[in-house]
């Protein structure tokens, strides 16, 4: 595609015409004119309700965002991922993570070669672990049993696991305790360690390249730690590191016995690891049982992506209203909002899975795109967030469309706690859309001063994902459908939805910098005016 072609597309001008139209219609409206919407605008599929009438489109842009995902070939996409085409095109891999959750006798090709097989195999090896350490066969170096896991790691191979774990913490063994370190600031690795007794603590190294500093480094603290509370005995860190990782090289180089590696491969993407080996910690926490279900969840909305109508189809439908608001009412900002305190890393998760994956300024062909991408992705669990920002999306001056994710069934019931969540996430939906009128504020006796401070005017758009219970498998479900959420909207754009070159000029700069903080005397720094005076600040602050 050249570099308007996507904005020359029909189906984009058509929407960029009919936005102005839109632009200016209220829910209230919509509603009025469609008594049924609600029923209408509303899809379940894989055991998720997803109800997205409360959002600024008609039946008419509908179809033309439908039109615009078959005009930029979104079928194709699908099946060159799921096919294990080299779709991550800037690092020449395929991204396969579809092929974690496939049955054991499904058959999924890389190069020529079944996957499946591999996968499972590495399955086997992380469920017959996990039940070892779960029942004590597994022992530490003095023959005590495993009380903590230390999970090692950051971004994809921290935040899944974290989230994983919070999430499913209910179907968790509670006989062990799960830490997550990933932080290069010294402070998280000293908390996570301070009430700890070296010989009943397991550490997971996760880390798809073992080369990332701040994992590394954690790791060799750790192994530090360890030895110093063992004698230094060095025969321990067999027993108290596995390491989970595409390098064999770099884990055996550590001192990490090969039989404790776990691996995965190159297909797969780090914030699309959490359903390979990077989920050990989340197996032994939930169980090989449960594990399985959670891949369950995860294959079953990978079927509905790859099958349904995209009038009817999950991800595609998310995929389309964030790129709507994102593209044609100028909106920066998603708030991903959970009614369940299980879910409170989850917008952390989704961060690294939606801006690493779409926060992109170049098509594949290296062409710089003149229309927004990636929009930002934040949130906090109901109802705190209440009682917090949402005064801002209320009645701010700032559109941002809101998803809620509710379950029917709560895993703690308490008196009427439930019954109060969720009424309060149906009433932020219906306040954020409906709003209240100024004659409604009249209406109620408002002093004259105060009626533009309580009037609401509503038309905030929001999405309502509704499932019946938070299980391993509804958790597999909903981050796939991100994920494929996620897909959906790089494959419009014509991004590399799976690369992060982002990151990297930090790194390098650090490295550099890294050195330079050590040097005693005033040696020529080479940086701009502001890093300069900043690194000589910080050498005299902290001293020789
Ligand atoms: O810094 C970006 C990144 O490469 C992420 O994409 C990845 O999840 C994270 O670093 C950790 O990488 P690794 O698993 O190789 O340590």
Same mark, same amino acid.
């Given at each position: 595609?050249?570099?308007?072609?996507?904005?020359?597309?029909?189906?984009?001008?058509?929407?960029?015409?009919? /936005?102005?139209?839109?632009?200016?219609?209220?829910?209230?409206?919509?509603?009025?004119?469609?008594?049924?919407?609600?029923?209408?605008?509303?899809?379940?599929?894989?055991?998720?309700?997803?109800?997205?009438?409360?959002?600024?489109?008609?039946?008419?842009?509908?179809?033309?965002?439908?039109?615009?995902?078959?005009?930029?070939?979104?079928?194709?996409?699908?099946?060159?991922?799921?096919?294990?085409?080299?779709?991550?095109?800037?690092?020449?891999?395929?991204?396969?993570?579809?092929?974690?959750?496939?049955?054991?006798?499904?058959?999924?090709?890389?190069?020529?070669?079944?996957?499946?097989?591999?996968?499972?195999?590495?399955?086997?090896?992380?469920?017959? $672990?996990?039940?070892?350490?779960? %029942?004590?066969?597994?022992?530490?170096?003095?023959?005590?049993?495993?009380?903590?896991?230390?999970?090692?790691?950051?971004?994809?191979?921290?935040?899944?696991?974290?989230?994983?774990?919070?999430?499913?913490?209910?179907?968790?063994?509670?006989?062990?305790? $799960?830490?997550?370190?990933?932080?290069?600031?010294?402070?998280?690795?000293?908390?996570?360690?301070?009430?700890?007794?070296?010989?009943?603590?397991?550490?997971?190294?996760? /880390?798809?390249?073992?080369?990332?500093?701040?994992?590394?480094?954690?790791?060799?603290?750790?192994?530090?730690? =360890?030895?110093?509370?063992?004698?230094?005995?060095?025969?321990?860190?067999?027993?108290?590191?596995?390491?989970?990782?595409?390098?064999?090289?770099?884990?055996?180089?550590?001192?990490?016995?090969?039989?404790?590696?776990?691996?995965?491969?190159?297909?797969?993407?780090?914030?699309?690891?959490?359903? /390979?080996?990077?989920?050990?910690?989340?197996?032994?926490?939930?169980?090989?049982?449960?594990?399985?279900?959670?891949?369950?969840?995860?294959?079953?909305?990978?079927?509905?992506?790859?099958?349904?109508?995209?009038?009817?189809? =999950?991800?595609?439908?998310?995929?389309?209203?964030?790129?709507?608001?994102?593209?044609?009412?100028?909106?920066?900002?998603?708030?991903?909002?959970?009614?369940?305190?299980?879910?409170?890393?989850?917008?952390?998760?989704?961060?690294?899975?939606?801006?690493?994956?779409?926060?992109?300024?170049?098509?594949?062909?290296?062409?710089?795109? %003149?229309? %927004?991408?990636?929009?930002?992705?934040?949130?906090?669990?109901?109802?705190?967030?209440?009682?917090?920002?949402?005064?801002?999306?209320?009645?701010?001056?700032?559109?941002?469309?809101?998803?809620?994710?509710?379950?029917?069934?709560?895993?703690?019931?308490?008196?009427?706690?439930?019954?109060?969540?969720?009424?309060?996430?149906?009433?932020?939906?219906?306040?954020?859309?409906?709003?209240?009128?100024?004659?409604?504020?009249?209406?109620?006796?408002?002093?004259?001063?105060?009626?533009?401070?309580?009037?609401?005017?509503?038309?905030?758009?929001?999405?309502?994902?509704?499932?019946?219970? =938070?299980?391993?498998?509804?958790?597999?479900? =909903?981050?796939?459908?991100?994920?494929?959420?996620?897909?959906?909207?790089?494959?419009?754009?014509?991004?590399?939805?799976?690369?992060?070159?982002?990151?990297?000029?930090?790194?390098?700069?650090?490295?550099?910098?890294?050195?330079?903080?050590?040097?005693?005397?005033?040696?020529?720094?080479?940086?701009?005016?502001?890093?300069?005076?900043?690194?000589?600040?910080?050498?005299?602050?902290?001293?020789?």
């Amino acid at each position: 595609m050249s570099k308007t072609s996507l904005r020359d597309c029909p189906a984009w001008r058509a929407l960029e015409t009919h /936005s102005r139209a839109v632009s200016g219609l209220h829910l209230r409206q919509l509603f009025a004119e469609d008594r049924a919407r609600g029923e209408h605008l509303a899809v379940e599929a894989a055991g998720i309700y997803l109800d997205y009438s409360k959002n600024r489109v008609t039946r008419e842009t509908l179809g033309l965002l439908v039109r615009l995902a078959e005009a930029s070939g979104l079928h194709d996409r699908i099946e060159a991922m799921f096919g294990g085409d080299r779709i991550n095109v800037t690092e020449d891999r395929a991204a396969l993570h579809v092929a974690l959750r496939a049955p054991r006798d499904a058959v999924i090709e890389h190069e020529g070669r079944n996957v499946v097989p591999e996968v499972h195999g590495v399955l086997d090896r992380m469920a017959d $672990f996990a039940e070892r350490l779960r %029942d004590g066969r597994w022992k530490g170096h003095t023959g005590k049993r495993i009380r903590t896991v230390v999970n090692i790691g950051i971004g994809g191979s921290d935040l899944g696991p974290a989230m994983a774990y919070e999430a499913l913490s209910h179907y968790s063994d509670r006989a062990i305790a $799960f830490r997550f370190v990933s932080n290069v600031d010294g402070t998280d690795l000293a908390e996570a360690l301070r009430d700890l007794d070296p010989a009943e603590t397991l550490f997971i190294v996760s /880390s798809k390249t073992f080369t990332t500093q701040e994992t590394m480094t954690n790791a060799q603290s750790a192994r530090a730690w =360890l030895l110093a509370g063992l004698q230094g005995a060095e025969a321990a860190v067999a027993r108290h590191f596995v390491a989970v990782s595409t390098n064999a090289e770099a884990v055996a180089g550590f001192g990490i016995d090969r039989d404790n590696r776990f691996g995965f491969w190159d297909w797969v993407g780090g914030r699309y690891s959490l359903d /390979s080996a990077i989920g050990l910690s989340t197996m032994i926490a939930i169980g090989p049982e449960n594990f399985r279900a959670l891949l369950d969840g995860f294959r079953q909305m990978d079927e509905h992506f790859r099958s349904a109508p995209f009038a009817r189809n =999950l991800p595609v439908l998310m995929g389309l209203l964030a790129l709507w608001y994102c593209d044609f009412l100028g909106v920066q900002t998603i708030a991903v909002l959970p009614y369940e305190q299980y879910l409170k890393r989850f917008p952390a998760y989704l961060q690294q899975l939606t801006m690493e994956s779409n926060g992109k300024h170049v098509t594949l062909d290296g062409t710089t795109v %003149d229309y %927004d991408t990636g929009p930002i992705y934040w949130g906090e669990p109901g109802t705190n967030g209440q009682h917090s920002f949402y005064q801002l999306i209320h009645q701010g001056t700032r559109l941002v469309p809101c998803d809620f994710i509710a379950f029917a069934r709560p895993l703690n019931p308490l008196g009427r706690h439930h019954d109060m969540l969720l009424a309060n996430v149906f009433a932020q939906a219906e306040a954020l859309a409906f709003g209240k009128t100024e004659e409604q504020v009249r209406g109620e006796g408002t002093p004259d001063r105060l009626v533009p401070h309580r009037v609401f005017e509503g038309n905030r758009p929001s999405n309502m994902l509704l499932l019946d219970e =938070l299980t391993p498998e509804a958790l597999g479900k =909903l981050v796939a459908l991100y994920e494929h959420s996620v897909f959906t909207q790089g494959a419009i754009w014509r991004i590399d939805s799976f690369d992060q070159w982002g990151v990297e000029l930090g790194k390098v700069l650090a490295r550099r910098i890294l050195p330079e903080l050590d040097c005693a005397g005033e040696p020529e720094l080479g940086h701009d005016s502001s890093t300069n005076a900043l690194i000589r600040r910080y050498r005299a602050t902290r001293g020789a």
